[in-house]
């Protein structure tokens, strides 16, 4: 099979396509032949060894893909030969094939093709347990998402539009603004073109009640501010590659709430409400995965520079069906 071999830590070109022999089946697990994956930051990261953890190469990157079950073996529970389904994980999803444990997988809905079923399992999941249980976002409520025209943010729009809040979006660039008003962003900020602090203050006179942050950096304190008695913080990433440093005095005088997401301290019910709720909003089509670029594996190298550049809009997907 083919696949997309990190074979040492550096930049995403250090990526190259190799053959590797195809992995045995154990008990339990499922081989999924690919149609298509989707990136994320942290592949790039991985990658370059600047994530929070590290995988020793060779590996194979990439954390979220759909295809088709193409050999089981033992007790695989509902899934069947022929079966389509969608994956995610630390690593693996640049190859023709990927073998996996049955339980980790999820059937892809009709009517949703491989790249949609891929690009949906990391962002839009990360964006809607941080909005649904985290920020516990309420109809009507001010939303502000910084890094609005990436994976994680552009979901984020989306699905606190669909949860009934007002949306301002913030990002680099003009196009992915556009973007972000087409899935019903109410307020747009370019935070390249000036001061961010005094456009949110004039957007949301009275403060948001919350803010998603995936970027961090230089962002976080100017939409920290932002934030109306109250409101509440939640870090999702640093994909600007620097860690804030949070002036706590405002904490304390506004009575803030700073928040981290993590799936794992997610409480069990609500998961499981969530993930019902997802499936239901992207077969409504009301949560839709923007697909802003694709490349075949053999350019495998090039989406994950893209993604690492910042001129992701939406997601980027690796097609691997040739």
Known sequence: ???????????????E??????????????????????????????VANKYQISVPPPFVPGSEYAGVVTEIAGDTGEFIVGDRVTGTSLVGA????????????????????????????VAHRTAYH???????????????????GGGVGLAAVQLGVALGASVTA???????????????????????AGDLRGALKQMLPEGADVVVDPVG???????????????????????????PEVPLNLVLVKGLHIMGFQFQDLDPDEYRRNEAELVDLL??????????????????????????DGLA????VVDIAR
Request: proline share 7%.
């Open 283 to 308: 077969i409504s089509g009301r949560a839709v995965p923007h697909i802003g670029a694709h490349y075949p594996l053999d350019e495998a190298s090039r989406a994950l520079r893209h993604v690492a």
């Open 217 to 243: 950096g230089d962002l976080s304190v100017p939409a920290l501010r932002s934030l109306g008695r109250g409101g509440r913080f939640v870090t999702v990433g640093y994909a600007s590659g620097t860690i």
């Open 170 to 192: 913030v990002a680099s660039s003009q196009d992915k603004l556009a973007v972000a008003e087409k899935y019903g962003a109410e307020h747009l900020i370019d935070h390249r």
């Open 94 to 121: 640049f190859t023709e094939e990927v073998v996996a444990p049955a339980a980790s997988l999820k059937a892809i809905p009709d009517g949703i093709d491989d790249r949609t079923a891929a690009s949906f399992g």
């Open 313 to 316: 809009i939406g997601k980027v």
């Open 130 to 148: 941080t909005l649904r249980s985290v920020a516990r976002l309420q109809p009507g409520e001010r939303l502000v998402v910084l890094g609005a």
């Open 1 to 15: 099979m083919r696949a997309a071999v990190c074979a040492e830590y550096g930049p995403p070109e250090i990526v």
């Open 17 to 46: 396509i190799r053959d590797l022999p195809s992995q045995p089946l154990a008990p339990g697990q499922v081989r999924v032949r690919v149609g298509a994956a989707a990136v994320n930051f942290p592949d790039v990261l991985l």
